[in-house]
């Protein structure tokens, strides 16, 4: 059972170029999130989605966009790389939003030159 | 201020002792609590839940105090293999609020 499998698992980008970090579970859990861990800031919440076909903002949405075309993916979307955004970005799942285990990806360690 | 605050540390203890982390939350209308144990460079994975009456699982213990917004995490008898950085998780209605973790290093 893979759990979360997010891709890739280190990336170095360019200032001003786009990418795309994948996340796939296979769980059939409705809720799925994105967010950063970056030191002494704990874990901030980017985009998150309820459900196929809804998503919404989290915390710190600026410079990334989402989609949910199917239960299994969550592909977070970088628009235009900044330094700023050089962050640990963790993919998580559960089966419903309010009160329950969140499982996590391994994390994708990205760092903009 | 922060919505989810935890010290930081490093806590730095011999094997063998008690622990205890605290966290505070700012949002008195949140849900459910949790401790998630994060190892070094791995993502987060689910400890314990913490419900109002309390709560115990082995060496571990979770307190709530909905009057304090306040929760704690007790360790006994810390092991080797305990070390780690532990974060306190508040559900705020639409999205799961993250402290920024107490590490904890247990020492032979």
Not at chain 1, 54 to 82: C, H, K
Not at chain 1, 83 to 94: G, L, R
Not at chain 2, 3 to 20: H, I, K, R, S
Not at chain 2, 23 to 30: D, K, L, R
Request: contains cysteine; glycine residues 8%.
């Amino acid at each position: 059972n893979a759990g979360v499998t997010q891709t890739p698992k280190f990336q170095v980008l360019k200032t001003g170029q786009s990418m795309t970090l994948q996340c796939a579970q296979d769980m059939n859990h409705e809720y799925m999130s994105w967010y950063r861990q970056d030191p002494g800031m704990g874990l901030r919440l980017i985009h998150y989605s309820v459900g196929a076909g809804i998503t919404d903002q989290g915390e710190v949405p600026n410079g990334y966009n989402v989609s949910r075309s199917t239960t299994e993916d969550f592909p977070l979307r970088l628009l235009s790389a900044a330094p700023s955004q050089t962050s640990v970005y963790f993919c998580a799942s559960s089966y419903s939003f309010a009160g329950t285990e969140a499982f996590f990806g391994q994390g994708t360690r990205l760092t903009v030159v | 201020r922060k919505e989810v605050e935890q010290d930081p540390g490093p806590f730095n203890v011999p094997e063998g002792a008690t622990v205890a982390f605290n966290c505070t939350y700012s949002n008195s209308a949140s849900q459910s609590f949790f401790w998630y144990r994060q190892d070094c460079r791995k993502e987060p994975k689910l400890l314990m839940s913490v419900y109002s009456s309390g709560n115990e699982d082995g060496r571990f213990t979770a307190q709530l105090n909905r009057a304090s917004q306040y929760i704690s995490l007790l360790i006994r008898d810390s092991k080797l293999s305990d070390s780690a950085t532990y974060l306190c998780v508040v559900n705020m209605m639409d999205d799961m609020r993250f402290g920024a973790g107490t590490r904890l290093t247990v020492k032979p």
